[in-house]
């Protein structure tokens, strides 16, 4: 039987990697070019972007939404596990970020699924509920600001329909959650609440897994 969860030394993580990755190429290459990038730390790590496939094709997802997109890592991820006949929104509020991520968008062959809203979530997602799009998506990824998170999370509850997913990403705050400290940022607060909300919240089934910063995956009752 195993107790715990092991913590990955050098070597396991390197086997990790070479046993669980099928990165698509075009993922390789992003994280391979984009590694200099003075916040290249923010994508997703390539493990969870093959659980993030996993489950989009899990669900049969056509339709995703993210908030939080940076250089492109999982709106390209999600494109590649729906196909072509699938739909990509993508939330965020950096120009110099985003001009990145639709140049990687062309390079995938995924710009004419992918639509980018530029601006604060906190605007764009109640937009979108007043142009109709409740219920009309399969999962949606939350990786952006984590103030934030609970509202986007309510808002999640809007868009996706019943018996899709919500994933969240860095519920961890590197570990900070476990004991936060009145000197950490508020988020690190925030987070431990919304960690045990989330823990309660009947409206979900509710998974966390160790995966890169703690990732939370829910499905929609
Ligand atoms: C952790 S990164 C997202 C990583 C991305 N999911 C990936 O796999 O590469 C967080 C992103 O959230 C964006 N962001 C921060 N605050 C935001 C806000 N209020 N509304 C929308 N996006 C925001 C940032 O510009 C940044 O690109």
């Not at 809007?158 to 860095?170: K, Y």
């Not at 004991?179 to 089934?205: C, G, K, M, W, Y």
Request: charged share 25%.
């Amino acid at each position: 039987m195993t107790v715990n969860t092991l913590s990955l030394s050098e070597p396991l993580r390197d086997y990790f990697l070479q046993m669980a990755l099928r990165e698509p190429d075009i993922l390789r290459q992003l994280r391979e070019e984009t590694s200099e990038h003075r916040v290249a730390k923010m994508s997703l790590a390539p493990e969870q972007g093959a659980l993030l496939i996993f489950l989009l094709r899990l669900i049969g997802a056509k339709r995703y939404i993210e908030v939080g997109t940076f250089l492109g890592y999982s709106s390209i991820a999600a494109a590649i596990a729906m196909g072509e006949d699938s739909q990509v929104i993508a939330c965020d509020v950096c120009e110099e970020f985003t001009i990145q991520a639709q140049s990687w968008w062309k390079r995938a062959g995924i710009e004419q699924q992918t639509k980018l809203y530029l601006d604060r979530a906190v605007e764009t997602l109640p937009r979108l509920l007043e142009k109709g799009a409740a219920g009309q998506f399969d999962c949606m990824l939350i990786d952006a600001d984590k103030p934030n998170y609970p509202n986007y999370y309510e808002y999640a509850l809007q868009l996706v329909r019943p018996r899709g997913l919500i994933i969240l990403d860095n519920m961890f705050l590197n570990g900070r959650v476990a004991t936060p400290q009145a000197s950490h940022p508020r988020s690190v607060a925030i987070l431990h609440e919304f960690n045990r909300q989330l823990r309660d919240d009947q409206r979900v089934e509710h998974c966390i897994l160790p995966a890169g910063d703690g990732m939370t995956i829910l499905f929609k009752r």
